[in-house]
């Protein structure tokens, strides 16, 4: 699938069927996703991270982890989008370039590092210099962190910010805005203010996909939550297999 084609599920009519996209770590993920009958396979940089020997938050070195979602690409016939996390500090051309050889058809781009946003203008610059050097070859998710990083206690800052970011990184050329962890009455807030599609998280307790889709998401991921779940699974068994 091309990434016009994936670009085209991020537009659902309503009432139509969300995006979902279960996030991979590896090949054997990723192949079990795409068997599962799911249209592409998304990867989480904290599951390919703690895989791959290191932690999240950009500390996996570039070639490592481009090496890694090109495996995922490969064992699957369904379109990857890689979670690059803020670009692992490369320019925004070598980037592009280092995406599209590694065979995936999006990324996943978020504006905080080390528990920072980055300035607005700084990143829908980065974003807008991805988009012309990857042309319309790759799908940009331009992830907003400030319900992550919580901007006040209300939630209102948060909202309005994230509203400011996603229209900049559209204006920039991102053609899916991810406002990351926005509770659903926030999401909803902010897929009304932004337009065009937006990527709801989804957790395996919850938020459900359903939830995600009522307030406005079109795009459905979540992160690292099931590497998470089943890594819990792993460890209850552990003791169990002593017995």
């Known amino acids: 699938m091309t990434a016009e084609l994936f670009r085209a599920l991020h537009h659902v009519r309503p009432g139509g069927t969300p995006l979902v996209l279960p996030n991979a770590w590896d090949p054997v993920s990723a192949r079990l996703v795409a068997d599962a009958g799911f249209a592409a396979v998304a990867t989480s940089s904290g599951a390919v991270a703690r895989v791959l020997g290191y932690d999240d938050g950009q500390l996996t070195p570039p070639a490592t982890m481009f090496a890694a979602v090109g495996r995922i690409a490969r064992a699957v016939d369904v379109p990857v989008t890689a979670d690059m996390e803020a670009g692992y500090g490369l320019a925004p051309k070598e980037f592009a370039e280092r995406l599209l050889e590694a ?3 999006g990324c996943n ?13 700084q ?44 229209r900049e990184y559209r204006r920039a050329g991102a053609d899916c805005v991810y406002p990351i962890l926005a509770p659903l009455d926030q999401l909803k807030l902010v897929a009304e203010a932004v337009g065009g599609p937006i990527n709801g998280h989804a957790m395996v307790a919850g938020p459900a996909a359903a939830e995600l ?13 099931v590497h998470a779940y089943l890594m819990d699974q792993l460890r209850d068994l552990l003791p169990k297999l002593t017995a």
Not at 137 to 166: H, K, P, S, W, Y
Not at 215 to 223: E, H, K, V
């Open 103 to 105: 065979g995936v058809v």
């Open 109 to 121: 781009l978020e504006d905080s590092v080390g528990g920072e946003l980055i300035d607005v203008a």
């Open 123 to 166: 990143q829908a610059d980065y974003l807008a210099e991805v988009r012309a050097a990857a042309g319309a070859e790759l799908v940009i998710n331009a992830r907003v962190d400030t319900f992550v990083l919580q901007l006040d206690e209300t939630m209102d800052g948060a909202v309005d910010e994230a509203v400011r970011r996603g």
């Open 213 to 225: 889709a009522a307030a406005g998401a079109t795009r459905i991921s979540y992160g690292t939550s």
